[in-house]
Nanobody, 130 residues
Framework: LVQLTESGGGSVQPGGSLRLSCTAS????????LAWFRQGPGRERVGVAA???????GYSDSVKGRFAISKDNAENTLYLQMNSLTPEDTAMYYC????????????????????????WGQGTHVTVSS
């Protein structure tokens, strides 16, 4: 079974940093991409950063240079290091998994289409305010 569990959310001041974690089980045996999505109040869920099992990665323009996605294969954990946070980063952050063919990983990571990601965690909330 695929199971994704996010943690690390909380409240932080503008300019601060936060590190989110996603424990992922049932994904390592297959080629896959893991990604962070977020959904702010009154907004649609959108991709933030993605990392695939072949190393392909992608970031949304709004977080490039501020966020970094990484993983610890030994612990089956995906991370999102968030720096220089702004109130616009306030959202529920979700971890998603997509099982894809290796040759499509670059595309999946860069596009971060909701329809490509079939499994989701429950989310962890991030609030950025002074």
């Amino acid at each position: 079974l695929v199971q994704l569990t996010e943690s690390g959310g909380g409240s932080v001041q503008p300019g601060g940093s936060l590190r989110l974690s996603c424990t992922a089980s049932g994904v390592s045996a297959s080629t896959h991409c893991l990604a962070w999505f977020r959904q702010g109040p009154g907004r649609e869920r959108v991709g933030v950063a993605a990392l695939c099992s072949d190393g392909n990665s992608g970031y949304s323009d709004s977080v490039k240079g501020r966020f970094a996605i990484s993983k610890d294969n030994a612990e089956n954990t995906l991370y999102l290091q968030m720096n220089s946070l702004t109130p616009e980063d306030t959202a529920m952050y979700y971890c998603g998994a997509a099982f894809v063919r290796r040759e499509t990983m670059g595309w999946v990571a860069r596009q971060m289409r909701l329809r490509d990601f079939n499994y989701w965690g429950q989310g962890t909330h991030v609030t950025v305010s002074s």
